[in-house]
């Protein structure tokens, strides 16, 4: 008699730990369709912000064409005008380096 009592007992023990494994596997389930709904939302997202900077990246890049077409087609038809821009540049740029070369290091004397 006391083998059937440890037999029920067993059994009683058995069942609610499989009852407390159910439970614990749909709280499981509940949470895995939350997480999965979750990532389902932010995938969405990501996908709206894609395609919002890939058409800001599309328009730039079409602006950058335009403004690169309008220089090209300048050059071209005033390279006289450039070329002396850009000398005059250089030669602004060569002053400027020789003045902040002079400011920047000491006078030297060499007797």
Known sequence: MAETANTAGASKAANEAQEAMKKQIAELRREITKI?????????EAQGWYDSAAERASRAARQLRSQAHTVTETVQQ???????????GGVLGVLLGIVIAKSSEPERRWF
């Open 36 to 44: 999965n709904r979750t990532l389902s939302d932010r995938a969405e």
């Open 78 to 88: 005033n390279p006289g005008t450039i070329s002396s821009a850009m000398m005059l």
